[in-house]
């Protein structure tokens, strides 16, 4: 048997993990599915849930020197998720974290890419990302009122809509907070992202084209990466690939067709 000694780190290190938060949950049009979190990785067998395994159980979070790594794209040292969260077009999707800290204030984003097979073997390096739903600044500043905010009062939580014509079929969502508290000093933001495996039905028709490795996402020197959140700002230039507008409006117009049908 383990000597008490030798265990009180690993214990330490889980509380740190927790403070900072993972998506412990995925809620699909109201069904609760299982995500990943750090402490599944003792279990024997690891469990079966769709989001994907990563290594953070220390600080928890990738670096800017790290957002050219392997460990950007899914967390640290992640493997693949073994299941499926099942999701139509126009799914509402709430991605729940366990924790956020108040002060890790900074842009949230949501990406998707198709597996082109199965998501639970994909190589991770060949996912080509396109981004559908981001948030960051809202008002103010030093440090000013940011979409983790509201993520914080709202339960931890993040809701987004799976695009409303989207074709059939197995997707990664990579869900991530840039945690911006420190990204005054070089290599001082802190990214975590979280993935997830979708089984998207329905009959959509709208297949992803292009898309951008999240090795090439992000550069230490971005001006949304290198950011002084306790300075008189009066905007901010949100990191990453743009936004796929294309995805975006045709799931407004919709939304807002459907409000008036
Ligand atoms: C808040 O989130 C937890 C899971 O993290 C969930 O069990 C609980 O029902 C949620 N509360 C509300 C009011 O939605
Ligand atoms: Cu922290």
């Keep these: ?55 953070n159980l220390d600080n928890g979070f990738v670096t800017p020197s790290q957002f050219s790594s392997s460990d950007i794209v899914c967390h640290k040292a992640a493997k693949n998720g073994n299941a499926y969260v099942t999701a139509r077009p126009g799914s509402k999707v709430t991605f729940q974290w366990n ?38 600044w809202i008002s103010g500043n030093d440090p000013g009122v940011w979409v983790t905010d509201d993520l914080v009062k709202g339960n931890f939580s993040w809701t987004t809509t799976i695009p409303s014509n989207l074709a059939p ?11 911006l508290h420190a990204a005054g000093q070089s290599n001082g933001a802190q990214a975590y992202p979280q993935c997830i495996n979708f089984r998207v039905e329905g009959s959509g028709t709208q297949t992803l084209s292009g898309g951008t490795a999240a090795t090439s996402f992000y550069k230490a020197s971005d001006p949304g990466i290198l950011f002084n959140l306790y300075s008189k700002f009066s905007g901010y230039t949100i990191p990453g690939p743009p936004l796929q507008k294309n995805l975006v409006r045709r799931e407004g117009e919709r939304e807002h067709a459907r409000d008036f049908a």
Aim: hydrophobic share 45%; aromatic share 10%.
């Design 1 to 55: 048997m383990a000597p008490l000694s030798s265990l009180l780190p690993l214990l330490a290190l889980v509380s740190l993990a927790a403070a900072h938060g993972a998506v412990h949950g995925i809620v699909v049009d109201g069904t609760w599915y299982p995500g990943w979190n750090a402490a599944m990785r003792y279990q024997n067998p690891i469990p079966a849930v769709a989001g994907w395994q990563a290594d």
């Design 99 to 136: 924790t956020w800290p108040e002060s890790h204030k900074g842009p949230v984003f949501d990406y998707i890419a198709s597996c082109n097979g199965d998501c639970m073997t994909v190589d991770k390096s060949q996912l080509l990302f396109t981004k559908f739903a981001e948030g960051a």
């Design 169 to 179: 079929g197995n997707y990664v969502i990579r869900h991530e907070i840039i945690a």
